[in-house]
């Protein structure tokens, strides 16, 4: 590893998930192997073939006063409550403001708006919009609000890369402090796409598991009998920082943020590259910015998305770039796909699975698909080593894009 | 029947604080609506949209403009 490069430290974790309000319960439940699912009950239900979803645990409403509810976003609801989680995790630190930088995207940005917005319109003509409506749909929104929250001037971004988009803008924020440009980053990503059209039209691409008598069942990565994903939503963020910023200010320290890999496939627009070339270069290449080795990862945080098309490919990927000794699992079996927002809480899942040296397993393989060659942790709980230890959290998006974020620890 | 002053207060007071969360109470005549509540011009265009809807008046955007403070928006709304 050089060792003339700034390192990066995750010194903040915040989350709102299918599967809780916050980091501690979304974890504990990872861990108890609990699922998120549930069916919807939403009076368009019957209008799509998909009858369930993971809903968030708890309702932004409950949590955000109802003045600033109102002029946001759901997605910006649930990114500016996980960032605001993630900055008191981090001890709200005395940032010099112009040293402070976010990078938060959404991989669909404020379709709920956009929709509702429409029918006002329609009905009741331009007068009755929202003045918030713009800002409420714009895909950059929550980093903006996240950037006013904190009063970050060193930058505000918002990357856009589908299903990759949290890794994304979790690796865009190491560079950005690796360049020297800021200090203290608030990075990841949020999704609120549960909706009919969102629904439909992921339907009308086959990629929705169907399988309605069985929600909680339905998200099934590297199952023989996977169909389809699930569609979550919630928000993963994290607070980055040069570790000298932070050790300076004796900040508690989950794990080093040790590098970010990508590459495209420009292949197909939806479907993955089949002989996963693009993702093993991804993972090549986070070893190599990271100064690691295949040895040196022992966990990986998979895609895994619980359709047909990816999942086997990605454990090939994982075996040709890093090697079959990691403990892969595959959370989106318990708090479904949250598009944009998944590599915000899988990066979350990584950082603790180091930090607490424990990998919650897949849930729901029944029936290991055919040409798995990785250890995949199912059934229970894993235990990583002590010692100096690196995990991988891999995330890819419609777009042909492949991001994967190493940690190691402290 | 035309809403008296205070009738008019009350529901801006409503208003506002369902926009805002700026407490009912302090809603006053004499509060400037940027130096005293510190409400920016979206929410402004909010609020005279609701007032529109409770008590029948429009406010024309190149009317709202001077309106400053809550007094202004109910001479406005009485005339």
């Given at each position: 590893?050089?060792?003339?490069?700034?390192?990066v430290?995750?010194?903040?974790?915040?989350?709102?998930?299918?599967?809780?309000?916050?980091?501690?319960?979304?974890?504990?439940?990872?861990?108890?192997?609990?699922?998120?699912?549930?069916?919807?009950?939403?009076?368009?239900?019957?209008?799509?073939?998909?009858?369930?979803?993971?809903?968030?645990?708890?309702?932004?409403?409950?949590?955000?006063?109802r003045?600033?509810?109102?002029?946001?976003?759901?997605?910006?609801?649930?990114?500016?409550?996980?960032?605001?989680?993630?900055?008191?995790?981090?001890?709200?630190?005395?940032?010099e403001?112009?040293?402070?930088?976010?990078?938060?995207?959404?991989?669909?940005?404020g379709?709920?708006?956009?929709?509702?917005?429409?029918?006002?319109?329609k009905?009741?003509?331009?007068?009755?919009?929202?003045?918030?409506?713009?800002?409420?749909?714009?895909?950059?929104?929550?980093a903006?609000?996240?950037?006013?929250?904190?009063?970050?001037?060193?930058?505000?971004?918002?990357?856009?890369?589908?299903?990759?988009?949290?890794?994304?803008?979790?690796?865009?924020?190491?560079?950005?402090?690796?360049?020297?440009?800021?200090?203290v980053?608030?990075?990841?990503?949020?999704?609120?796409?549960i909706?009919?059209?969102?629904?439909?039209?992921?339907?009308?691409?086959?990629?929705?598991?169907?399988?309605?008598?069985?929600?909680?069942r339905?998200?099934?990565?590297?199952?023989?009998?996977?169909?389809?994903?699930?569609?979550?939503?919630?928000?993963?963020?994290?607070?980055?920082?040069?570790?000298?910023?932070?050790?300076?200010?004796?900040?508690?320290?989950?794990?080093?943020?040790?590098?970010?890999?990508?590459?495209?496939?420009?292949?197909?627009?939806?479907?993955?590259?089949?002989?996963?070339?693009?993702?093993?270069?991804?993972?090549?290449?986070?070893?190599?910015?990271?100064?690691?080795?295949?040895?040196?990862?022992?966990?990986?945080?998979?895609?895994?998305?619980?359709?047909?098309?990816?999942?086997?490919?990605?454990?090939?990927?994982?075996?040709?770039?890093?090697?079959?000794?990691?403990?892969?699992?595959?959370?989106?079996?318990?708090?479904g796909?949250?598009?944009?927002?998944?590599?915000?809480?899988?990066?979350?899942?990584?950082?603790?699975a180091?930090?607490?040296?424990?990998?919650?397993?897949?849930?729901?393989?029944?029936?290991?698909?055919?040409?798995?060659?990785?250890?995949i942790?199912?059934?229970?709980?894993?235990?990583?080593?002590?010692?100096q230890?690196?995990?991988?959290?891999?995330?890819?998006?419609?777009?042909?894009?492949?991001?994967?974020?190493?940690?190691?620890?402290? | 029947?035309?809403?008296?002053?205070?009738?008019?207060l009350?529901?801006?007071?409503?208003?506002?604080?369902e926009?805002?969360?700026?407490?009912?109470?302090?809603?006053?005549?004499?509060?400037?609506?940027v130096?005293?509540?510190?409400?920016?011009?979206?929410?402004?265009?909010?609020?005279?949209?609701?007032?529109?809807?409770?008590?029948?008046?429009?406010?024309?955007?190149?009317?709202?403009?001077?309106?400053?403070?809550?007094?202004?928006?109910?001479?406005?709304?009485?005339?």
């Open positions: 590893m050089s060792t003339d490069r700034v390192r430290v995750v010194t903040g974790l915040g989350a709102t998930t299918p599967l809780g309000g916050d980091v501690a319960s979304t974890w504990s439940a990872l861990l108890d192997g609990r699922s998120g699912v549930r069916p919807l009950t939403e009076d368009w239900v019957d209008s799509v073939p998909v009858k369930f979803a993971g809903r968030v645990a708890v309702e932004p409403g409950e949590v955000l006063p003045p600033e509810a109102r002029r946001l976003d759901r997605a910006e609801q649930f990114a500016l409550i996980a960032a605001r989680q993630a900055w008191q995790d981090a001890g709200t630190p005395e940032v403001p112009t040293r402070l930088g976010v990078v938060v995207g959404s991989g669909i940005g379709i709920t708006t956009i929709l509702d917005a429409y029918d006002t319109f009905e009741k003509g331009w007068t009755r919009l929202s003045p918030f409506t713009v800002p409420m749909l714009m895909p950059n929104g929550s903006g609000w996240i950037g006013i929250d904190i009063g970050a001037k060193g930058g505000v971004h918002a990357t856009v890369s589908a299903c990759a988009t949290g890794a994304e803008a979790i690796g865009y924020a190491i560079d950005m402090i690796r360049s020297g440009r800021v200090d980053v608030v990075a990841g990503g949020a999704e609120a796409a909706h009919p059209l969102n629904i439909g039209s992921f339907a009308a691409m086959r990629a929705m598991s169907t399988r309605n008598d069985e929600p909680q339905a998200s099934r990565p590297f199952d023989k009998g996977r169909d389809g994903f699930v569609l979550g939503e919630g928000a993963g963020i994290v607070v980055l920082e040069s570790e000298a910023h932070a050790r300076a200010r004796g900040a508690k320290i989950y794990a080093v943020a040790a590098g970010v890999g990508y590459s495209s496939d420009a292949h197909h627009i939806a479907q993955p590259e089949p002989s996963g070339a693009g993702v093993q270069l991804a993972m090549r290449r986070v070893l190599a910015d990271a100064g690691l080795t295949g040895s040196d990862i022992r966990h990986v945080n998979a895609h895994a998305t619980s359709t047909p098309a990816g999942d086997v490919v990605e454990t090939i990927a994982i075996k040709e770039a890093i090697g079959s000794h990691p403990i892969v699992t595959a959370t989106k079996s318990m708090t796909h949250l598009l944009g927002g998944a590599g915000g809480i899988e990066s979350i899942f990584t950082i603790l180091l930090s607490e040296r424990i990998v919650p397993a897949t849930i729901n393989v029944d029936d290991l698909d055919d040409g798995i060659e990785v250890d942790a199912r059934t229970e709980a894993r235990k990583l080593p002590d010692g230890i690196a995990a991988v959290n891999n995330s890819f998006g419609f777009g042909g894009h492949n991001v994967a974020v190493a940690f190691t620890t402290v | 029947m035309a809403a008296t002053e205070q009738e008019i009350a529901g801006l007071g409503k208003i506002i604080n926009i805002t969360g700026i407490p009912a109470a302090d809603v006053t005549p004499e509060k400037n609506f130096d005293d509540l510190d409400i920016d011009s979206l929410s402004m265009v909010e609020i005279a949209v609701a007032a529109q809807d409770e008590f029948g008046a429009e406010i024309p955007d190149d009317q709202l403009k001077h309106l400053k403070t809550v007094k202004d928006v109910i001479n406005f709304i009485q005339a």
